[in-house]
């Protein structure tokens, strides 16, 4: 596995506010485009016939003073769901991990580190606020993408298991035929 550079990973990322300000050396920041309260239920089963995602209410930004440019949103302690502006597309040998920025995790917010394949459209994450209060500013970089390419891995188990199946003239008999 071998990690890409900040620059090719960014031509995977569609959809940046700056690239200038987004694209590190190793990784590519995500900005916050929407941010929602999550509804009380959502269901998961067995079988996936009674599945249901939680709902979401999009929270209303506010200016902090009246000069601001940008709007904020206020979050209280707590889960939210946050909607960020770029979208990624992946190669089918690319693999990316999507983790907090230490500025977040400072800030007393938090989210799951995660692994990503393929394309994901709209690309979101369920933050945990651990502070009292969190105010996030429209299209803060909370996030970071890192990309890694895999070399001589095969792109799917099933292949490999054909081919290494060995080939047997007689079907072997079980112990309870």
Do not use: C
Request: aromatic share 10%; hydrophobic share 40%.
């Amino acid at each position: 596995m071998e990690l890409v550079t900040g620059k090719e990973a960014a031509a995977r990322v569609h959809g940046m506010i700056n690239a200038k300000y987004q694209v590190h050396r190793y990784s590519v920041y995500l900005t916050v485009k929407r941010v929602f309260e999550i509804e009380p239920t959502g269901r998961v089963d067995f079988g996936g016939k009674e599945y249901a995602t939680a709902g979401r209410v999009a929270l209303a930004t506010r200016k902090r003073s009246p000069e601001d440019r940008y709007l904020w949103w206020g979050l209280g302690r707590g889960n939210y769901f946050v909607e960020f502006n770029e979208t990624l597309e992946l190669a089918e040998d690319e693999i990316a991990v999507l983790e907090p920025d230490e500025r977040l995790l400072r800030a007393g917010g938090t989210h799951a580190t995660i692994w990503l394949r393929g394309k994901i459209e709209p690309m979101e994450m369920m933050i945990e606020v651990g502070a009292l209060n969190l105010e996030l500013k429209d299209n803060a970089r909370t996030s970071r993408i890192r990309v890694y390419r895999l070399e001589g891995m095969p792109l799917s188990g099933v292949e490999v298991a054909e081919e290494e199946k060995p080939e047997s003239k007689k079907p072997r008999r079980r112990w309870w035929q």
